[in-house]
């Protein structure tokens, strides 16, 4: 994970000092960069990321004021009149923006291992071992699924369009969707207690769960 913040914080800096480095001396001291923030990341992304660029760009571009504007998803961006100079949000919600804003990206942020930013965005959804009645997808309509939050993209979105694309109508697929919005007990731990089915994860949150030995 650290590897990914390094990743991050290098790429928005090659982006900021092309797109601001050329305009600083053509603009006065004290200038506020807003900074779109859809709120779809984990907790972790904040802190491991987000924050840490944020800090460095304060330090690298001291002639700007750098200014957050937090929102809970991609439709509340398009319905704003703030204005805005850049927007951070998911692959999902930025698809949406694309199409329904005209936006466009210049930085995309991608585990380092991967090679296609395209190919690293992606979800499981989890069982017990022990669950021997759940080996395929069909098992799992009318039982109870949980996931850290619904706007998540790999960790639910894309999995409910799994579901779709297997013929299932995902809105009536479970018989209960709970949602953890990244509090404890989480998912790992209300499924270990028996009180979700499945669980739905983003590729990063499994990777933490495997690397935590859970």
Same mark, same amino acid.
């Given at each position: 994970?650290?590897?990914?913040?390094?990743?991050?914080? #290098?790429?928005?800096?090659?982006?900021?000092?092309?797109?601001?480095?050329?305009?600083?001396? #053509?603009?006065?001291?004290?200038?506020?960069?807003?900074?779109?923030?859809?709120?779809?990341?984990?907790?972790?992304?904040?802190?491991?990321?987000?924050?840490?660029?944020?800090?460095?760009?304060? !330090?690298?571009?001291?002639?700007?004021?750098?200014?957050?504007? !937090?929102?809970?998803?991609?439709?509340?961006?398009?319905?704003?009149?703030?204005?805005?100079?850049?927007?951070?949000?998911?692959?999902?919600?930025?698809?949406?923006?694309?199409?329904?804003?005209?936006?466009?990206?210049?930085?995309?942020?991608?585990?380092?291992?991967?090679?296609?930013?395209?190919?690293?965005?992606?979800?499981?959804?989890?069982?017990?071992?022990?669950?021997?009645?759940?080996?395929? =997808?069909?098992?799992?309509?009318?039982?109870?699924?949980?996931?850290?939050?619904?706007?998540?993209?790999?960790?639910?979105?894309?999995?409910?369009?799994?579901?779709?694309?297997?013929?299932?109508?995902?809105?009536?697929?479970?018989? !209960?969707?709970?949602?953890?919005?990244?509090?404890?007990?989480?998912?790992?731990?209300? =499924?270990?207690?028996?009180?979700?089915?499945?669980?739905?994860?983003?590729?990063?949150?499994?990777? !933490?769960?495997?690397?935590?030995?859970?």
């Amino acid at each position: 994970m650290g590897r990914g913040k390094i990743f991050l914080t #290098a790429a928005l800096i090659c982006a900021a000092s092309a797109a601001w480095g050329a305009q600083a001396s #053509a603009q006065a001291a004290g200038a506020v960069v807003r900074i779109g923030l859809v709120d779809n990341f984990a907790p972790s992304f904040y802190i491991n990321s987000y924050a840490p660029t944020i800090q460095y760009l304060k !330090e690298r571009f001291p002639q700007y004021r750098f200014e957050s504007v !937090e929102f809970a998803g991609a439709r509340e961006i398009e319905k704003t009149r703030e204005r805005l100079d850049f927007v951070v949000s998911s692959s999902g919600s930025f698809a949406h923006m694309r199409t329904q804003m005209g936006l466009e990206q210049i930085v995309v942020r991608k585990p380092v291992a991967v090679s296609k930013a395209s190919e690293s965005v992606s979800g499981v959804m989890l069982v017990l071992e022990d669950r021997k009645d759940l080996q395929t =997808l069909s098992d799992l309509k009318g039982k109870v699924m949980v996931s850290a939050n619904a706007r998540i993209f790999g960790g639910y979105v894309a999995l409910l369009d799994e579901i779709a694309r297997s013929g299932y109508d995902p809105d009536r697929f479970f018989a !209960e969707k709970r949602f953890t919005e990244f509090h404890y007990p989480d998912e790992i731990s209300l =499924l270990s207690l028996g009180r979700a089915d499945v669980a739905f994860l983003s590729s990063c949150r499994l990777e !933490e769960v495997v690397r935590d030995g859970l």
